[in-house]
């Protein structure tokens, strides 16, 4: 008998995440015979989940679906099969962005600093050296067994998107994997057209950098913009993030003071400081770590889509002083607002 995930009591799960890409999961199990209500058995969720927008998912609940996933189908390369079913529009508002951005970085970009609500563990970073480009990944070692299911899931789902948003293969020269090569080695191949290395330190797919200059095929700013301001928008990051950091997150947004002032904050959100910072803790952030990665997006925002002043700006995200404002956005991206700024001119 298939031994399920082991069960999740509700008051114990923190909403974390909604459920982007996981439709392709369902329809993949469904066609191998799993029946939606033992995919998600014993983790919280209900069947209707999937196709509700405003269902919430924790990080917990992820793994025990992933942890079902890869216990109930009848192959090995079920994450990767999954994974290519994925469309635009399994990405919500998050993969019509990408796909209507000017180019191919533009996109990339895009999605690397939007999409954490869909892809919590992965946190992938770009880098370019030489004619290579290079996505890196968290190596999150603390998934245990369950790491090669949601990284083979998540790389095939982006190369999916990826291909969608240029309508033609990523020109890939090499994927690196920090975990041992599974029986169906073989196929990694075949879904990315790339050779894996397997028993890595790091988890990185390797490139060709000159697809980054590439234009989109749905290439289009009045429809990017559009997306971008939702992608950004207080009510639609609370429905893709979910739980407290969203609502700590749309507080601050609807009122700046709420980002130098954990009391005025836990007031607007009616509970205690202390009732606040275990709800935070117990899904694995902290106020001031909230507090700096709205500060850090509304910045970018502001330097990359206004002429307002850094004075203005450093006051708009909630420093009193344009010096401290300077020191911290130099922490979050190690550049200072004016040169960060002059890069994206």
């Keep these: 008998m298939t031994q399920l995930a082991p069960p999740i009591v509700h008051a114990a799960v923190a909403p974390g995440a909604a459920m982007l890409g996981f439709s392709a999961l369902a329809a993949q199990l469904q066609s191998e015979g799993v029946a939606l209500s033992d995919l998600f058995a ?3 969720l209900e069947p209707g989940d999937i196709g509700n927008a405003y269902a919430p998912m924790s990080q917990v609940q992820r793994m025990a679906v992933f942890a079902n996933a890869q216990k109930l ?26 796909a209507s951005s000017a180019t191919f970085r533009d996109g990339l970009e895009f999605g690397i600093a939007h999409m954490q609500p869909a892809m919590p563990f992965l946190q992938p970073t770009l880098r370019v050296q030489g004619n290579l480009a290079i996505l890196a990944c968290a190596p999150a070692e603390r998934f245990g067994a369950v790491l090669p299911f949601v990284a083979e899931f998540w790389r095939s789902s982006l190369n999916a998107l990826f291909q969608r948003v240029l309508e033609v293969p990523l020109p890939a020269r090499r994927l690196v994997c920090n975990y041992p090569a599974p029986t169906h080695w073989r196929s990694y191949a075949q879904v990315f057209g790339c050779t894996a290395e397997f028993g890595a330190d790091v988890l990185e797919w390797h490139f060709d950098a000159s697809i980054l200059d590439a234009a989109c095929a749905g290439a289009n700013s009045i ?11 207080p009510v639609y990051g609370g429905y893709q993030a ?11 947004l609807d009122d700046a003071r709420c980002m130098v002032s954990v009391v005025r904050l836990a007031e607007r959100l009616g509970v205690s400081v202390r009732t606040l910072h275990r709800r935070l803790a117990d899904e694995g952030v902290t106020f001031k770590s909230v507090v700096d990665e709205t500060r850090k997006e509304l910045a970018i925002g502001y330097l990359s889509n206004s002429k307002l002043p850094v004075v203005d700006i450093a006051e708009r995200v909630g420093f009193t002083e344009a010096t401290n404002f300077r020191k911290a956005f130099r922490r979050w991206t190690g550049k200072v607002p004016s040169d960060y700024r002059t890069g994206v001119a």
Excluded: K
């Excluded at 990017?224 to 301001?229: T, Y």
């Excluded at 979910?242 to 601050?252: E, K, L, S, T």
């Design 242 to 252: 979910g739980g407290w950091p969203a609502q700590v997150r749309g507080a601050c």
């Design 223 to 233: 429809t990017h913009e559009l997306c971008r301001r939702l992608c950004v928008a």
């Design 73 to 98: 189908s009848s192959g090995s390369d079920v994450a990767l099969r999954a994974g290519a079913r994925q469309r635009i529009g399994d990405f919500g508002i998050y993969g019509f962005a990408m």
């Design 42 to 44: 014993r983790t919280g």
